[in-house]
């Protein structure tokens, strides 16, 4: 499974998402994908701010 389709299905429907999640329905497939989605988008965030920080000092 993609690990960015997990995000995109918690965005489409969040309600049939959290109710897998209540009922553990590939639980350990869901926290890894968002915790390697939320990774590369924190990357992604850091990558793009880095370099505003280094030009107001």
Do not use: C
């Amino acid at each position: 499974m993609n690990h960015f389709s997990v995000l995109i299905r918690l965005l489409r429907d969040r309600r049939k998402f959290l109710d897998e999640v209540r009922n553990r329905v590939k639980l350990e497939t869901k926290i890894a994908s968002l915790l390697i989605a939320s990774s590369f988008f924190f990357a992604v965030y850091g990558r793009s701010q880095g370099p505003m920080a280094v030009a107001y000092k």
